[in-house]
């Protein structure tokens, strides 16, 4: 089934096209990295998936819906989530509270119950928390609940942002660079993680400069490059495209 | 969970314990003019309460909130003196209307942020302190109501006396500190906190934060909308003075320097504000006998400038921390001699 469909989506951003007519689509259950060399477009594209600023041209349908033009809250009801390159963790809360946010779509407690919490409240305040701590669990950070989210290392802020997208049970995750700055044993607590999230039915779209890891856990990647998309298959194709060897040799390997 | 429960129950505890303070606190005030600074404090620390949520949880500012707890004062002022209503009516009508306004208000002005967002609400209490001096035939205009506003009763209770009123003042206090703590610890306060933390993130997890930054400004304004109406019927008579742009700057100092994102921050901030403006009221005449009200402002200034220095948290959290560094650096000090 056809989740999520890119149609010549394009971003400027004053003279820079950020995103260029790029198109392609996601099945649902699979593992689709996005990859290409920095300012690529990579996170601009994420960004227009998620609501944050509409597109210039192009739409974006999930599950045969367009979104193109929502708001990134409402986007976010319908069932995508995300994570940040730049963390986005909320500093002002322990790392229960910020998995707890998570689960605002799910729960429906308003003022006038936050004001007077009678017994419904508290139980759905009991059903959040009880949700809450099993995402902290599937990511390793049950010992760190009541921790301000700011004393964690960095590493783990980056599995506690996952587990903040996951509580709302997103049929779409979208994680920005989810292994950038993580130890080799983070990246393979990671790795099973995601594995862990696709065998429960949710799709996976990521962005990842760790070609070792992006090879091993994509179903099929795209190539981006100057906001363009460059090529799109499977890693044993994207491993043999001349176009994509041409681009990433250009620079050398680095950043990559 | 246990910790959380445990938390939990600790926060009640301790509110528990202020409000038997609070409540046997005037037994042992026989003094008329503390009594009425206790007054006064319980009434701003409920505008302070209010501004904390809108403040240090949803991360929002409001330099414009003394013309709220205006109209929760000229509601009740007009209504009772001229148009002979129910007090305790009014004081309804007013907290609605001030909270109608503030959301319908709130709509163009939460498209900003930061000091864009500071200047707007600063012109919004502006505009309505002009109509406050400006609407003659219904305020008065600068010299106020003319005819006196009407104690608050209660069945053959007048609350005509200080310690009388000190009893009803502390109870509403403690009830908007009691409600507040229940908004924080819940799904609205969290999402409240999420904007704070961060906007993009919250968004991204579904919370539509336009429409919090508006409830919670709201809420905020019926708090300060209810302490506006029990100031009216404490002094009886009201004019556009205190509602104006210092008053504003006020209640934004003392929620900085109590510390905005603690329940116990506004008791702390206002008592520290008032106790200070006070002496100076007695002090700075006998040293600078020539100085205006304008020296308010200075003393203002260097408070905000001081803890934003020293103690960025504010008092409550500051205190704490500066606590925990001297412990730590005495451990220290044990280990190594
Ligand atoms: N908000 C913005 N305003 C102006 N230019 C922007 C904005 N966001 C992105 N750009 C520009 O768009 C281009 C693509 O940026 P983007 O962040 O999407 O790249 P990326 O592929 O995620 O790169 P990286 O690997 O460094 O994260 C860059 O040239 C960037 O400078
Ligand atoms: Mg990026």
């Not at chain 1, 949700?131 to 599937?138: G, P, Q």
């Not at chain 2, 938390?7 to 009640?12: A, N, P, Q, V």
């Not at chain 2, 704070?196 to 997890?205: N, T, Y």
Request: hydrophobic share 45%; glycine share 10%.
């Amino acid at each position: 089934m056809r989740l999520l469909e890119i149609n010549n989506l394009t971003r400027s951003f004053g003279g820079v096209l950020a995103v260029n007519d790029v198109s392609f689509s996601v099945d649902k259950g699979q593992i689709i990295a996005i990859i290409g060399p920095n300012g690529a477009g990579k996170t601009t594209l994420f960004n227009l998936m998620t609501g944050i600023y509409p597109p210039t041209h192009g739409t974006i349908m999930f599950k045969g819906t367009e979104i193109t033009g929502l708001t990134a809250y409402q986007i976010a009801r319908l069932g995508i989530a995300r994570t940040f390159q730049n963390l986005q963790i909320f500093n002002n809360m322990t790392v229960l509270e910020n998995v707890m946010v998570g689960r605002h779509i799910k729960s429906k407690t308003g003022f006038l119950g936050a004001i007077f919490p009678v017994w419904p409240v508290q139980r759905e305040e009991r059903e959040i928390v009880e949700h809450s701590l099993d995402k902290l669990a599937m990511v390793g950070l049950t010992d760190q609940a009541m921790q301000p989210a700011n004393s964690l290392p960095y590493g783990r802020q980056k599995m506690l942002e996952i587990a903040r997208a996951i509580a709302l049970e997103p049929e779409l995750l979208l994680l920005d660079e989810p292994a950038a700055g993580l130890n080799s044993t983070e990246t393979r607590e990671l790795i099973d993680t995601i594995y862990n999230l696709r065998d429960q039915g949710v799709t996976i779209l990521l962005v990842e400069h760790d070609m070792e890891t992006v090879m091993e856990i994509a179903d099929r990647l795209v190539v981006l490059n100057f906001g363009n998309k460059l090529a799109e298959g499977t890693p044993y194709e994207i491993q043999n495209n001349q176009e994509v060897i041409t681009a990433y040799l250009g620079e050398e390997g680095s950043g990559c | 969970m246990k910790e959380l429960t445990r938390r939990k129950r600790l926060r009640h505890f301790l509110i528990a314990l202020f409000t038997v303070f609070i409540f046997v606190l005037p037994f042992f005030v026989s003094n008329n003019y503390y009594l009425s600074v206790l007054v006064v404090i319980g009434i701003h620390t409920t505008v302070v309460v209010g501004l904390c949520l809108l403040m240090g949880y949803a991360g929002q500012i409001s330099l414009g909130h003394a013309a709220f707890y205006g109209l929760g004062a000229y509601t009740s002022g007009i209504l009772t003196s001229t148009y002979n209503i129910s007090p305790w009516l009014a004081i309804l009508a007013g907290a609605m209307g001030t909270g109608i306004v503030a959301y319908i208000m709130g709509i163009p002005i939460f498209r900003l942020k930061e000091h864009y967002l500071a200047l707007a609400t600063l012109g919004l209490g502006l505009i309505i302190h002009v109509v406050f001096m400006e609407e003659v035939e219904l305020t008065g205009g600068p010299s106020g109501l003319s005819k006196g506003i009407p104690y608050l009763a209660i069945g053959n209770i007048v609350f005509n006396t200080d310690f009388k009123y000190y009893f009803l003042v502390w109870t509403v206090a403690l009830l908007a500190i009691i409600l507040a703590n229940n908004v924080v610890h819940s799904r609205i306060g969290r999402a409240l906190r999420s904007i704070h933390g961060s906007e993009i993130a919250a968004q991204s997890l579904g919370v539509d934060t336009g429409k919090f930054k508006l409830q919670v400004f709201a809420l905020s304004a019926v708090y300060a909308s209810i302490a506006g109406s029990l100031y009216a019927h404490y002094i009886t008579f009201i004019s556009p003075s205190p509602f104006g742009l210092m008053t504003s700057i006020q209640f934004v100092v003392m929620a900085v320097v109590g510390g905005l994102s603690n329940i116990w921050g506004p008791i702390l901030g206002v008592t520290g504000v008032t106790v200070l403006t006070e002496g100076l009221k007695s002090i700075v005449p006998q040293l600078i006998p020539q100085a205006g009200g304008e020296y308010e402002i200075v003393v203002f200034g260097l408070i905000l400038v001081i803890i934003m220095i020293f103690l960025p948290e504010g008092l409550t959290s500051g205190v704490v921390r500066l606590y925990e560094e001297w412990r730590y650096r005495k451990e220290r000090a044990d280990e190594t001699s």
